[in-house]
Structures are given as C-alpha cells and as structure tokens.
C-alpha cells in the first residue's frame, strides 16, 4: 500500500469557554490511506465533526485550540502550518462538503461563479503562481473522460438562447475553457442539463442539486482528500439516496481518497472501506467495514450495530443503549463506555483507560480501545 | 439572559421572586463588566458623572470655589490651576459652569429619554400585542404604526428644532420639544419585541391556562421587553444628550449664562467668537459632553452585547464551532458552565430516545 | 421568481405611490406642529417684526384650521412656498442649496462606506481583541461628538493644522467658470479645470469628514455585527475551503452577504446626515440646505423665517424618505432572494 494521504496522530482538541474547559476530541489517531474511503461515526457529539473540520483548520480558534497531536498532510504538519498559510493547503489539497446544502452555497453568488471561482484557483496554482506541492500525479483527470465530450457535444448542439450566448461570451474572457470544465464538472454530478442553472442563485435549487453543486465544486479543485462532513443527512430521504448513489458511483470514478462523516451506518457501510468509530471524543474502534461490521470488538460498536434502523424487528421495544452521552467537561474515569458497559470491570474505571490497540486474532488493521475485546461476541 | 432563557412554563417564568431576579440581573451585570474593559470605563465614568452631580447639588464647594453664574475678576484666561478650563469674556470659570451643568444636562437627557419610553413604550405594547386585524386593538395598532412612521421620516433633530422655535427658549420647552419627536423610536422597539415574544411557547401556554391578557402582558411579555429597551435606552441617554445640546447650540435651547448647559454654553462662546480667539473655552464643554455621551455609549454597546441575544453567540466565542450540537455557544446560553446533559442518544436511531432510561 | 426589470419596475412604481399619504402626513405634521403648538404664533415666529406682518400673520392664522392646510398645501405644490420676514422667497433659496447639499451628504456617505465598512469588517474579524476596541472606541468617539462640536473642533483646530480652507465651496465666490450643476467638484470637473477641482476638493474635505466621522458608527457597528453573523455560516467555510486567502473570504464571501443587512441600516442614517448638515453647513460656510436651515430656524439669533421653516423640514423629510426607498431598492438589489413582487 502506498503512503497514506493523511496520518493523524494523538489528536486532542480542546474548547476553552470562559473558566471552562473541554476536550471534544481526544487522542484520535488513524490513516488515510491514498484511494481509500475512510468512514467515522459516532453520536451526534462525540467530535466527529470538530475532528473533520480540525484536519484543515477550521475550526474557530479560539474558542477550540490543538491540545497535542498532529496531521500529517504531505510530510508537513499542518498543526504547525501558520493559519495565514492554510488557504494553500486548502482547496486543492484537502477540500470539504458540508453537512448543510442550504448553507454551503453563498446566496448572494450564481452557480457559475462559484464554481469557476474554484476552478479559477486551481488553474492558477497548477499554473505554479502559488506553489503547490504535489508529489504525483493528480488522481483523476475528469476532463480526459470520453463521455465528457460526447455529452458535451449533445448539449452544444442545440442552439443556446442569446442571453445565456452574451454570458458565456462575457465569462470565457481570459480562459476560454472555464466554462466549459464548470459544465463538466455539473455533468460529473448528474445534472443533465448544466446550462440552465449556471446562471441561477442557490435559493432557486432543491437540496440536492445544491448538494450536487457542492460537491462538483469540491472536486473540481482535484483534491487529494475529500473531507464530506455527513454530506447528505439534512436532506430528505429520498435525495439522501440520490446523493449517496451519486457519492457511490464518484467514489468509484474518481478514486480520491475520502474521509466520510456520518452518523449513519448504512451509509458508512455502503461506501468505506475503513470504518472508525468515536465515543465521547476518542477512537474506540477503527478497522476495515466488513470486519467491524461482522466482528465488532468494542462494545459500544456492538450496541451501535445492535441499534441501527436496520435491524428494526416488528414487535417488541427498539432497541437503545442504556445511559446517557457522558459530559465531556467532565467525562468518565478510565474508559468513557463503562457507565453505559454490559462487561464493565474494575479495571475500566482506571485511568487513563484501554488505549486504542490491535486486536490479537483479528484481521489486519483492526484496532479497539478495549481490555476485554474478545468478550464483545458474546454480549448478547 | 436570565428572564429569556426560562421557558419553563407559566409557574417558572413567573414564580422567581423579586429578590431572586433582582440578584440575578447584578450577576449578568458583572458579566458584563468582566467581558469587556470598555464596558467597565463606561460603567465607571457613568458612576462619576452620576456621583458629580449628586455633589453639585448638595454641596457644590466640595468640587468648586464659585457659585453658579459667580463672576471671577479673570477675564478670558488660557487654563491655569485656578481655572482649569479658562474663563470666559465675562469672568466665569468654565470649569464651575460644566460641573453646574452636569445635574441640568443629566436630568434633562434623563426625563425626555425616560418619558419617550414610558409613553413610545406604552403604545408599542398595545401596537404589539392586540394587533388582531378586524378588532378595536387592531385599527388601534395601525392607527399607532401611521402615525409613528409619519414621525419617524423626518429627521428628529430637525423637526426638534422646529417645535423648539414655536415653544421658545426654556428648560421646559425643550425638553417638550425633543420629547415630541423622540417617542416613535420606542414605539418600534417595543412593538417588535413584543411582536417576537408573542407568540413564544410560554406565552401560549399562559393564555391556555387562562392567565388574562392584562397579566401576560405584565408578567411575561412586558419582562421580556426589558432587556432590549434598557440597551436601547442607555444609548439613547447619549443620543438626546447630544440632540439637545446641539439645540442649544443653534440657539433655540436654554439660556446661557443664566442656566448653565453645555451645547448652549459652545454656542455662547461660538457667537461672542471666543472659539477662534481664545480655543481653551470649547475645551471644558467639550471635553464634558463628549465624555458623558462616550460613558453611556460604552455601557450600552456592552450591555447590547450580553444582553442581545444575537451578539451572545459572539462572546462565547466566534460562531457555532464544529461540533454541531454540542457547540460551545449553544451551552454558553443555558448555563455559565459548559455541560452536555441533553438526554442524548445516538442519532442514527431517532425513535430509539423513547426508550432513554438514566444511569 | 419576480425578478424581471418589469417587476422591478412596478415595484418602485408601487412605493413611490406608497410615497404620497407618507407625504401628506408629513405635511400634516409640519403644519400642526408649526401652525399651533405655541399659543400666540405670530408672536412666537415673528418677535420683533413690524405690525402690519403680525396682522397679515394674525389673519392667516384666523382662518379655519382645514383652510388654513389646503392653502399651505396648495401654496406648496405650486412652488410658492412662502417668504421671509424680508420679503426673500423661500423656494428659490432652498432649490438653489438642495445640489451643494446633496453633493456634501454623498461624500460623507461615500468615506461612511469606504472608511466605515472595512473598520466594521476588521473588528469582527478581531471580535473581543485589540483590533475590536480600538475600532470600537473611534467609531464610539464619532458618535460622542455632537456635531457642532465635532464642526467647531475641525473648523478651528484641523483646518489650520493641515492648511485646509473652512469656509465655503471655492477660494473665490464665485469661481471664475460656469456653474452647470451647483455641486463644486461636478462644476469645476465640467470646466475641465484641475487647479480648481483640487481647490473645491480641498473645501470639501472637512465637512464631509466630519459629518462621515460623526455618522460613522452605525454603518461600522451594523457591519460588524452582521459580519459576526454570517461568518460562522457554512458556505463562508466553503469559501475558506476551495483555498482563497482570508482577505477574498471576508471582503469578497462574507461582506458581501453582510452588506444586504448594512445597506438598510445606511438608509436610516439618511435623517443623521441630514440633521448634521444644518450644523456643519453653518459652521463651515457651505451654501446648501443645512445653512438655510439655521438661519430659518432663528439659529445664532438670526429672526426666524417661518415659511423657511415649515419648508425647510418637509424637504428634509422627503429627503429621509427618499433615502430609505433607495435603500430598499438597493436591498433588493443585493440580495438574489428578494422577490420583486
């Protein structure tokens, strides 16, 4: 394998709030590994999040400031990386969806402008006016796609009326195929009739299309990882699956590599090939889908497994995890799970708890922050 | 931040005894302070001014040889330490003249902000709350809301100024005349804030249990309108201040030298075309006028900032963080200590919180 | 969507008719408070005036009060808007001032922009630091100063201090060219003269600089804090992530959504402008309204002109509304969601 895009290492994260003090993200470590789908779940604040928007800085600091740890993004670490040298690294090197498609377009710009801005500013940096710091090769290269010009083809022929002509005339000025590559990039994303929208405003979009426009964005700058930030759980269930069989089938084309935010084990499982799981602020289990699906090693993975919608039954009650989230101002001694633990001992109450270890007997790459791993199998 | 962040129902909002709410507003209030220095000189020059007048009008000698309108034998001299701001053409020591003002311009700005609130306030309440179209309250309200944008298009200082004319010189004229023009602000304010906490959930839930309209505008919509107006109105200390001395400055407000009043006193030495000859004379009123609209300009804007519940986000630091429901901010406004106690359970199964059980 | 020119069209075409009761309450209201809030007008308008215009005025005032109004309203729609003591015709004089005005009101406006918004922008790029209250106190010290104050400091101290003129449009009155337009820097531009067009620069600097300094803070306080609100939004962190440097996510992402929220509040400061013209008009001799005004009003004991008067506040008046109507028009302008109709 070759050397993973992305080595995060003991990365803490603290809020500092008036006299308190809080650790949203504790000691997460994991890889990802170039071309793969990594997938991290948890409940809504166990610091999945905070930890997405970490990688590239940006989080508002303060109130949230890098306790320890680092990331290690292209042999640099971008925890050291001054914050007025991020943008470098942003957009081309890592670039984000959101979770929230109402908002992550800006109303106050039209579809075009918003993505030829960011094709506008990988062009500059490939062209070498800010250096960028590229050991290989870009993973894909949608404009060489054959369908990309057949499709295009389809669409030129048919006569645009005059006022979108003027437009296009207007702003293909300096580089004739900027608008050009906005409307594959539209294309890439399943929208099959491009031009119509360039011209409009988010508001006028359904979610999905925004979504779909997000994401063409990000991808437009090639990054080389794609943070998606629970891409699709503010929308409707119905464009949920659009956008996860969109997500899906890009994966497949584009082979970058991908860190997935989810709270949704379906989703997870449909598109990752590791899976990380995170309680309270810490990584309690981290290894390849199938494995963890079929062979969880962390109780609280087992109970996440055990509550999914999927196993819903028809009769008796739904199944739920005892307890509540822990205060994470003031979390559990020793292992954060063992309040809400079927096998809790003694020991887990111990500080500093289970750190985050390979499993004997498991398959490669399969780590749990458990003392008593190989009794998850036998909870019921 | 007290009154607003409990909805708990009728009996909650409702039940806090006066000691209680009273304590509870001195602790947001040092809060206040603490958060940002500005805020405390603002506090503390607003505790000197007040201190400055109360002494002004028990025992002026404490802070100043001469009488009111006491002519010394200096004419037109640069400060000194007898005369800290100077004197004027005719003998007066300006330095006694600004603190004689002090009280004067306080009390004004105090009684024309203070009634434009009572009465602008009064008629936003009614505006706000009984604005059902169809019925008396509701022709009331727009009758009120005509009315107040009629006044609210002309520039308040200009039509001041005009009243003024027609009223003639005098300390109750003036405040009169400013009085006029200075109500519809509060109108806006107060309708809008009623407006928005109409029809918050608590207040519902009071009208269902059969409170009566007379007590829910009392005891809930009324408590709730407290917050923006004292914001509004500590700003506002300064703008009538600054309004009303900018009459006297044109000449149409009190008569200098035998009130003492700082715009009027800018404009004595501006006419006599003392400014151009002898500088330090603006200095005094100046420096007195501008510090005491600066003091109150500073609490207000720090108040606004505790207070209003848009900028509150800003103090627990900047935005919602990443964490998207256990953001920092979201706990900020419930509590002064960050704790995570929402009965939480995993979302990826919505229908499982039914089943939450404690630990 | 009703975002076509013809919705736009009808859309002023609906405020301005929304304009006319506005307009007549505004008259209404000059009226009454000019025709009876004293109990002996003629005596409180006219103090020193010979009798024959206290019996003219004693005459008018005599008249039922519903007559009295239409021949003031009718008076004013045919542009005969009354004289004063002297016999010098109101309308002309103020028609006369209205470019000189509106020239001083847009410079202001124009530094209040220039000077205010990024002030706005870096204090809540810098919220709760340094950076915050530096530009806290300033705009604050702004709006401290009366503006008599802030005029008498600028005219007495400033002007000498950077060798700038305080008095007037020109250094010669008239200047030596035609004055097509009545706004100085326009006319000495059109004469194609520059020695002179510096000239008029340099008389406009100071009042504008003060009226702006004074009406400032509200246009830096309103970015700010709207600043504050949108940049926690998600799609400025979009914009952070496609790798644009801070200063195009703030000045280009984010300040252009908080501008929408900005450009009604620069519409409500149109009554502050205004009112400071009056003050800052006198102080630095400019021939516009302002000036008019004081002299009207009975400012610096001059006799009060009370046709000046009542006129003068209904233009003002109208000038406020104006204001407000553009900033809804531009509003709707900078914000794609506003639907027209």
């Not at chain 3, 340099?202 to 004074?214: D, E, G, N, R, V």
Request: glycine share 10%; net charge neutral; hydrophobic share 45%.
């Amino acid at each position: 394998m070759s050397e993973p895009v992305v080595q995060i290492q003991n990365l803490s994260i603290d809020y500092v709030i008036g006299a308190g003090r809080f650790r949203a993200v504790s000691g997460v470590s994991f890889d990802v590994p170039q071309g793969h789908v990594v997938g991290i779940v948890g409940e809504t604040g166990c610091g999945k999040s905070t930890l997405a928007q970490a990688i590239p800085r940006l989080l508002p600091e303060p109130p949230a400031t890098i306790g320890e740890g680092s990331v290690i993004f292209r042999g640099t670490d971008l925890v050291q990386v001054p914050l007025w040298k991020m943008p470098r690294i942003r957009g081309t090197g890592i670039n984000m969806i959101f979770q929230e498609p109402l908002n992550s377009l800006n109303p106050a710009f039209r579809i075009y402008d918003q993505v030829a801005e960011a094709i506008h500013i990988r062009r500059v940096r490939e062209r070498g006016n800010l250096v960028v710091d590229r050991r290989e090769k870009p993973p894909f290269d949608y404009s060489r796609r054959p369908t990309a010009t057949s499709g295009e083809a389809l669409t030129r022929s048919v006569l645009p009326p005059v006022a979108a002509e003027k437009a296009a005339r207007h702003r293909t000025d300096s580089d004739g195929t900027i608008r050009g590559e906005v409307l594959d990039y539209l294309r890439l994303v399943r929208i099959n009739d491009p031009e119509t929208i360039l011209n409009l405003y988010p508001h006028e979009l359904s979610g999905g299309m925004r979504q779909r426009v997000m994401i063409a964005m990000a991808l437009s700058e090639k990054p080389e990882l794609l943070i998606a930030d629970e891409p699709t759980s503010a929308l409707d269930v119905t464009i949920q699956a659009q956008v996860l069989t969109l997500m899906k089938e890009l994966i497949e084309e584009v082979h970058t590599s991908i860190l997935f935010i989810s709270h949704d084990l379906g989703v997870i499982a449909e598109t990752a090939d590791e899976l990380g799981v995170m309680y309270a602020g810490k990584l309690v289990e981290f290894g390849p889908v199938a494995e963890l699906f079929e062979h969880p090693r962390h109780p609280y993975t087992k109970a996440l497994l055990g509550a999914a919608p999927t196993r819903y039954k028809s009769e008796g009650p739904l199944a739920t995890i005892a307890g509540n989230v822990p205060n994470l101002s003031h979390p559990p001694s020793g292992c954060r799970f063992h309040p809400r633990c079927p096998i809790a001992r003694p020991r887990c109450t111990v500080m500093p708890g289970p750190p985050l270890e390979l499993v004997a007997g498991a398959s490669e790459g399969h780590r749990s922050a458990c003392y008593f791993p190989e009794e998850v199998a036998s909870i019921p | 931040m007290t009154t607003r962040s409990a909805p708990g129902g009728p009996s909650s909002a409702g039940g806090a005894s006066p000691a209680r709410r009273a304590w509870g507003g001195f602790v947001v209030f040092l809060r206040v302070l603490r958060a940002n220095p500005l805020t405390l000189v603002g506090f503390l020059l607003v505790v000197l001014l007040a201190g400055a007048a109360l002494v002004m009008l028990t025992v002026p000698h404490l802070l100043t040889p001469y009488s009111v309108n006491q002519l010394t034998l200096d004419y037109n001299q640069a400060p000194s330490w007898h005369h800290p701001f100077g004197t004027d053409g005719t003998g007066l020591d300006i330095y006694a003249m600004v603190l004689y003002a002090i009280p004067i311009d306080l009390a004004i700005a105090f009684a024309i902000a203070g009634a434009a609130l009572f009465w602008g306030g009064a008629l936003g309440l009614v505006a706000g709350f009984w604005d059902k179209p169809g019925t008396l309250g509701g022709a009331l309200s727009v009758v009120i809301l005509r009315v107040t944008d009629i006044f609210l298009s002309f520039p308040s200082l200009i039509l001041a100024l005009a009243i003024a004319v027609s009223l003639g010189r005098g300390v109750p004229q003036l405040i009169l005349a400013v009085l006029l023009t200075w109500w519809p602000f509060y109108v806006r304010l107060v309708r809008g804030e009623t407006l928005a906490v109409k029809h918050l959930p608590y207040v519902m839930a009071a009208r269902a249990a059969g409170v009566t309209e007379g007590r829910i505008v009392l005891r809930h919509v009324l408590r709730n309108v407290v917050e923006p107006v004292v914001v509004y109105f500590t700003l506002d200390i300064g703008t009538v201040l600054v309004t009303l001395s900018t009459i006297g400055f044109i000449g149409l407000g009190v008569n200098y030298p035998f009130t003492p009043e700082w715009g009027s006193m800018i404009s004595y030495y501006q006419s006599a075309g003392l400014i151009s000859a002898y500088p330090w004379t603006v200095l005094g009123p100046g420096l007195a006028i501008f510090l005491t609209v600066l003091a109150f300009s500073l609490l207000g804007d720090g108040l606004r900032d505790v207070l209003d519940p848009r900028s509150r986000r800003v103090l627990a630091g900047t935005g919602t963080g990443g964490a998207s429901s256990t953001s920092p901010s979201e706990r900020e406004g419930a509590t002064a200590e960050p704790s995570l106690n929402r009965s939480g359970l995993p979302e990826p199964i919505p229908t499982a919180s039914r089943g939450v059980s404690s630990p | 969507m009703g975002r076509s020119l013809t919705d736009f069209t009808v859309f002023v075409l609906k405020r301005l008719l929304q304009l006319i009761p506005v307009l007549l309450g505004i008259t209404i209201l000059t009226f009454v408070f000019t025709h009876l809030s004293a109990k002996n007008v003629c005596n409180a308008w006219f103090p020193h005036a010979d009798p024959t215009t206290i019996a003219n005025c004693n005459a008018r005032v005599s008249q039922p009060i519903v007559n009295q109004y239409w021949t003031y309203l009718t008076d004013l729609l045919h542009g005969n808007w009354g004289a004063s003591v002297q016999g010098v015709a109101v309308y002309p004089q103020i028609a006369a001032g209205v470019p000189a005005t509106l020239e001083l009101v847009l410079s202001a406006l124009f530094l209040m922009i220039v000077i205010g918004i990024p002030l706005g922008v870096i204090a809540a790029q810098s919220a709760g630091r340094w950076g915050d209250h530096l530009v806290r106190i300033f705009y604050l010290s702004g709006w401290a100063t009366p503006t008599y104050l802030g005029a008498v400091l600028a005219a007495v101290f400033v002007a000498p201090y950077f060798g700038l003129p305080s008095h007037g449009e020109y250094a010669t009155n008239p200047p030596p060219f035609p004055q097509y337009t009545h706004m100085s820097v326009l006319d000495a531009l059109l004469a194609g003269n520059l020695a002179w067009t510096g000239d008029a620069i340099s008389h406009l600097i100071l009042p504008a600089a003060t009226l702006a300094f004074i009406n400032m803070g509200i246009a830096t306080r309103m970015t700010r804090s709207s600043m504050l609100e949108v940049i926690p939004l998600d799609y400025v962190k979009s914009a952070r992530m496609k790798g644009l440097s801070e200063f195009w996510v703030m000045y280009k992402h984010a300040l252009r959504n908080s501008l929408i929220t900005t450009t009604t509040v620069l519409g409500l400061t149109a009554g502050g402008l205004l009112a400071g013209t009056v003050v800052i008009e006198e102080v630095f001799g400019w021939p516009g309204v302002g000036a008019f005004a004081f002299t009207a009003i009975g400012g610096g004991g001059s006799p009060p002109n009370f046709d000046g008067a009542i006129a003068v506040v209904a233009v003002f008046a109208v000038g406020v509304v104006v204001a407000n109507l553009i900033a809804d028009i531009l509003y709707g302008l900078l914000d794609p969601r506003v639907d027209w109709r």
